[in-house]
């Protein structure tokens, strides 16, 4: 019950940090203009707290108590993704003044079907993203107050589709931040108290886990005991390092930034907020192998620990802590998520409007919904590997073809997405429904970035004819690197200027 | 009589906003902008992307590299031990190497 009571409060406190937003920014005139002077660590909080969802605040423990520690791997790529972004995606998508992915395939383009392929491949990641999100509340729900899980999924939906209506979530990046900090405050404050509270022998047990087979104390990812555990671990980190830089909600959070140079700044910083919160995850799961080993749903591990610990009160207080951070991070993920399928679905699709963004966050909840019931069993962090691996295979080869080799044309883009999300999610749902024997096929199936990644980056490059190279091409990748006043990036920043 | 101002939220400003930047762009890029494109200089652009070019590499291939003693370290480290590896050593790795690729990316556009 006070599960419940923290989670409406979190819910009530974003709700008005949200609306206080939208004022503010309504009596501003100059809003966009202002944002664009939001101090860099805002921007990196928002980012990191966006980025930090039930993966990571649940997930990750549930994992690392069902298959071991190789589970860390997971929490490496998630971080190890902004160097990429910092190197490659940042200062360059930065300077397009792109502001989504489908903006800035017609900018380097220049074809209207570039975009709603785009579009197309965005609402695919998006909805493997959000579904373990949804899973994710609903387990909670579940546990903290007992509702069945397919109440606690929709009413989720129905939570974070109208708070969007509202306006209150996305509004502005302090929201965001202050998920993070929320986040941080309820999933590492218990976790320093669990620690000390757990007494020697429990402490003793997580960090030297006697007793335990050899594989769960090995640091390698293995799938089902296919045998082949570098080669799974291996494409978990092709998928999740190369993934997180080909993320639609992330790379549009660079928008807001000042330039080029604070946008690879933020990308820096936000391995900074990374690194320090997963490291609570993992003591909630080394911790959870010790005191709740044989719970049926592990994903739900990180929220059991603190009753294990500390029965009674205390226990129950630190509990509604944990559960609320972990709502947090559903809220704030899925809005971001929602609002990115909302605008795939409308603007890059559908040619939008404000009515068909609405229609569009409805629909992307109705099917989020709609597949996370049938999804109770699979583990958060598979799901969410298979849309790091979509993004992976799909807009990593886009932007960073796009970004650093001026040979790449439209046609070689199309073909080169179509290859990539087909493979990738072709796998994907093949691993999920068909019964395929443990060994090096099952592991390419569930785990596909390691082959399709290089197979998207190579037909993108093969099937772009040199002769085919529109004459502006050379401009367009030029302007991407050039500081000054002749980049996009000024360009923009007059056009926001004078609106 | 003040002139009226249309509110609109700062979710539909961007979403004009797109718009109107792309189209921009692309206009000028198919030659039909306002600046003329001789105004850059495509030797020194040239030169300035082929070094940020270079750098990235290095950096992806540190990365690379990085990751591979990590997973070799941690299958290393004696007996239960591996988990600690993976929870202190990567994140201060990753931080330095995109610390040192950011001064890197931007004392090549000081220099350009």
Redo the contacts between chains.
């Keep these: 019950m006070l599960g419940l009571v923290s989670i409406s409060l979190v819910l009530a406190v974003s709700v008005i940090i949200g609306l206080w937003g939208?004022r503010a920014?309504?009596s501003t005139?100059d809003?966009?203009v202002a944002?664009r002077r939001i101090v860099p660590g805002w921007n990196a909080m928002a980012i990191a707290g966006e980025y930090v969802s039930a993966a990571s605040v649940l997930g990750l423990a549930g994992l690392l108590v069902k298959n071991g520690?190789g589970a860390?791997?997971y929490a490496?790529g998630f971080?190890?993704g902004?160097?990429?972004v910092?190197?490659?995606v940042a200062?360059p998508m930065r300077r397009?003044?792109?502001?989504?992915v489908p903006?800035f395939a017609?900018?380097r383009l220049?074809s209207p079907r570039i975009r709603r392929m785009c579009g197309l491949v965005v609402v695919v990641i998006m909805l493997l993203y959000l579904i373990p999100q949804f899973k994710a509340a609903g387990v909670v729900l579940e546990l903290v107050s007992g509702i069945p899980y397919w109440v606690g999924v929709v009413g989720s939906g129905l939570v974070v589709a109208s708070s969007i209506a509202v306006?209150g979530m996305?509004?502005?990046t302090y929201v965001q931040a202050f998920h993070y900090l929320l986040k941080l405050a309820f999933i590492a404050g218990p976790a320093l108290f669990l620690i000390f509270l757990a007494g020697p022998e429990r402490r003793e047990a997580a960090?030297?886990?006697?007793g335990s087979t050899a594989d769960w104390?090995?640091?390698?990812l293995d799938l089902d005991g296919s045998g082949h555990p570098?080669l799974a671990?291996?494409s978990v980190?092709v998928a999740t390092?190369l993934g997180a830089m080909g993320l639609p909600h992330v790379v549009m959070r660079f928008?807001t930034v000042a330039g080029a140079?604070a946008a690879?700044?933020v990308?820096?910083s936000v391995?900074?907020l990374?690194?320090?919160f997963?490291?609570f995850p993992?003591v909630y799961g080394?911790l959870g192998r010790v005191v709740a080993p044989r719970h049926e749903e592990t994903d739900v591990v990180t929220v059991l620990v603190p009753g294990q610990i500390v029965p009674g009160a205390v226990g129950a207080v630190l509990m509604a802590l944990v559960a609320a951070g972990a709502f947090a991070a559903f809220m704030s993920t899925s809005s971001g998520l929602l609002l990115a399928l909302a605008g795939g679905l409308s603007?890059d699709l559908f040619g939008?409007s404000?009515p068909r963004?609405r229609l569009g966050i409805v629909v992307g909840t109705g099917l989020a919904v709609a597949l996370a019931l049938p999804s109770a069993n699979v583990d958060i962090n598979v799901l969410v590997g298979w849309a790091f691996a979509v993004a992976a295979s799909t807009f990593c080869p886009l932007l960073t073809l796009g970004i650093?080799w001026r040979g790449l044309t439209a046609t070689g883009a199309t073909v080169g997405l179509l290859v990539g999300a087909g493979a990738s999610t072709g796998a994907a749902l093949s691993s999920a429904i068909a019964d395929i024997e443990p060994g090096i096929a099952s592991v390419l199936l569930a785990q596909p970035a390691l082959w399709t990644v290089p197979l998207a980056f190579l037909t993108m490059a093969g099937f772009s004819r040199p002769g085919s190279v529109?004459d502006?091409a050379?401009?367009?990748?030029?302007?991407l690197?050039?500081?000054g006043r002749?980049s996009?990036e000024a360009?923009?920043a007059r056009?926001?200027d004078s609106? | 009589m003040p002139q009226r101002?249309r509110?609109t939220?700062?979710?539909?400003?961007?979403?004009l906003?797109?718009r109107?930047?792309?189209r921009?762009?692309?206009g000028?890029?198919?030659?039909r902008g306002t600046?003329p494109?001789t105004?850059?200089d495509?030797a020194a652009?040239?030169r300035?992307?082929r070094r940020?070019?270079r750098?990235?590499v290095r950096?992806?291939v540190a990365?690379g590299i990085t990751?591979t003693v990590?997973?070799i370290g941690?299958?290393l480290?004696p007996?239960?031990w591996?988990?600690?590896?993976?929870?202190f050593a990567?994140?201060?790795f990753?931080?330095a190497?995109?610390?040192v690729?950011?001064r890197r990316?931007?004392r090549i556009?000081a220099d350009?």
């Design positions: 939208v920014a309504r005139p809003f966009l944002s520690v860390m791997w490496v971080t190890a902004y160097v990429l910092a190197a490659l200062g397009s003044g792109a502001y989504t903006d017609e900018y220049g306006g996305r509004s502005a960090v030297n886990p006697i104390a090995r640091p390698l570098v671990t291996i980190l390092t928008h140079r690879r700044r990308a820096v391995i900074v990374l690194g320090l997963y490291l993992v080394l603007h939008g404000l963004l650093w529109p502006w050379d401009e367009s990748v030029l302007r690197h050039m500081p002749y996009t360009q923009s056009a926001r609106v | 101002i509110v939220s700062p979710q539909t400003r961007l979403a906003l797109r109107t930047d792309a921009r762009s692309l000028r890029l198919s030659g600046v494109s105004a850059i495509l652009a040239e300035a992307m940020q070019r750098q990235a950096t992806v990365l990751l990590l997973m941690a299958n480290a007996g239960r591996g988990w600690a590896v993976l929870f990567p994140y201060p990753l931080l190497l995109a610390f690729h950011v990316a931007e556009e350009s």
